[in-house]
């Protein structure tokens, strides 16, 4: 069964660069969320989109920004990176109505 | 608000043992689901099993079953003859509809599942 896709696996970048990272949902998820994950923490939601549009929002920097677009893809773009961002970055999908919640395999971003 | 509180930061089992991680939840919905999702050290977060609230019966999935108790707000994973490859850190989430159409999760701070040959 197709799963959630996150690309790049792994980052690497310097301070005050910038990140984008895409994720592709399960075919038919009409709902994508991103998560960030610090080293030792437990996830926490950055951001969600239903249809395109932005659902919810929850502790983003001002410094990240994401869409979703027409073929449901999301990308994540972060800017003045921090030491501080390092984390693992999840993206998950669900269907509307659905309580089912996949994730993808992540992408680590390690900022040096 | 909702909120997710795992007791136990680690735990041994042995091989083939059954091992219980405890969940305890709080949320002001009259309708809820709880999760539990797995992490290896490779990182990826893995589902496990899912209760409804409403649902009647535990919930289970191969050596996957919940101890679903309503009234305590527990959903406590019960993991049945351990293998090796079971060793990871285990989360318990609830989800929070927030309108048109998403759910946030909130996670517990996790359990570290250590199983001895």
């Known amino acids: 069964a197709a799963g959630v896709i996150q690309s790049p696996r792994h980052l690497i970048k310097e301070k005050r660069e910038t990140a984008t990272l895409k994720c592709y949902p399960i075919?038919?998820?009409?709902?994508v969320y991103w998560y960030q994950q610090g080293p030792g923490q437990d996830p926490q939601f950055l951001i969600s989109?239903?249809?395109?549009?932005?659902?919810d929002k929850g502790s983003i920097p001002d410094r990240f920004s994401a869409q979703q677009f027409s073929d449901y893809h999301s990308e994540l773009n972060m800017s003045s990176l921090e030491l501080g961002d390092s984390a693992l970055y999840f993206c998950?999908?669900?269907?509307?109505?659905?309580?089912?919640?996949?994730f993808g395999s992540g992408t680590r971003l390690t900022v040096v | 608000a909702q909120k997710i509180t795992q007791t136990q930061p680690g735990m041994f089992v042995q091989e083939k043992e059954a091992v219980t991680l405890d969940c305890t939840y709080d949320t002001s919905d009259q309708s809820y689901g709880l999760f539990w999702y797995k992490q290896p050290s490779s990182g990826e977060m893995i589902f496990l099993i899912y209760q409804g609230s409403y649902d009647e019966q535990n919930a289970t999935e191969g050596r996957y079953s919940l101890n679903f108790q309503k009234a305590r707000k527990s959903a406590n994973l019960v993991i049945s003859a351990s293998q090796l490859g079971d060793s990871a850190m285990y989360f318990c989430?609830?989800?929070?509809?927030?309108?048109?159409?998403?759910?946030?999760?909130?996670f517990g701070k996790g359990t570290k599942l250590s199983v001895i040959p």
């Open positions: 989430a609830i989800p929070k509809g927030t309108g048109a159409g998403s759910y946030q999760l909130t």
């Open positions: 989109f239903y249809e395109k549009m932005q659902s």
């Open positions: 075919p038919r998820h009409d709902t």
């Open positions: 998950a999908s669900s269907l509307v109505l659905d309580y089912g919640y996949t």
